[in-house]
């Protein structure tokens, strides 16, 4: 189900599966945030999400995070409990780390490198 509900995310169309453009053609609002539409009489609800709580809005609560989390480990949002990892230093210093990164990151897409970048201080 999350991955039909993100097939327009992954095209493009919109950026999130509960996107107000999408709404008629989706069953992710009706299941996210219970908005009812012409369509949403013809859904049935599959039978883990009935699982995710005893009411419509503890199932909405657990079916918002499941997207949330789907975004991220898809990687269509940074993941919220990350940061951006600032360094504090020398102007000359923050720039070289930054470099470094960037450099480990570029090798690390690759596939070429599994190394923690060095502490060069």
Same mark, same amino acid.
């Given at each position: 189900?999350? &991955?039909?509900?993100?097939?327009?995310?992954?095209?493009?169309?919109?950026?999130?599966?509960?996107?107000?453009?999408?709404?008629?053609?989706?069953?992710?609002? &009706? /299941?996210? &945030?219970?908005?009812?539409?012409?369509?949403?009489?013809?859904?049935?609800?599959?039978?883990?999400?009935?699982?995710?709580?005893?009411?419509?809005?503890?199932?909405?609560?657990? &079916?918002?995070? /499941?997207? =949330?989390?789907?975004?991220?480990?898809?990687?269509?949002?940074?993941?919220?409990?990350?940061?951006?990892?600032?360094?504090?230093?020398?102007?000359?210093?923050?720039?070289?780390?930054?470099?470094?990164?960037?450099?480990?990151?570029?090798?690390?897409?690759?596939? $070429?490198?599994? =190394?923690?970048? $060095?502490?060069?201080?």
């Amino acid at each position: 189900m999350l &991955y039909d509900h993100f097939n327009p995310v992954r095209a493009h169309l919109i950026p999130h599966p509960t996107h107000l453009k999408w709404k008629l053609f989706s069953s992710a609002r &009706y /299941m996210a &945030y219970g908005e009812e539409n012409e369509f949403t009489c013809m859904v049935t609800l599959p039978g883990w999400y009935l699982k995710l709580g005893k009411n419509p809005e503890q199932r909405q609560r657990k &079916y918002r995070q /499941m997207l =949330d989390r789907f975004m991220v480990d898809e990687g269509f949002k940074p993941d919220p409990k990350k940061t951006k990892g600032h360094f504090i230093g020398g102007d000359l210093w923050v720039e070289a780390m930054r470099n470094q990164v960037r450099e480990w990151l570029r090798q690390k897409k690759k596939g $070429s490198s599994d =190394d923690e970048p $060095s502490d060069t201080s």
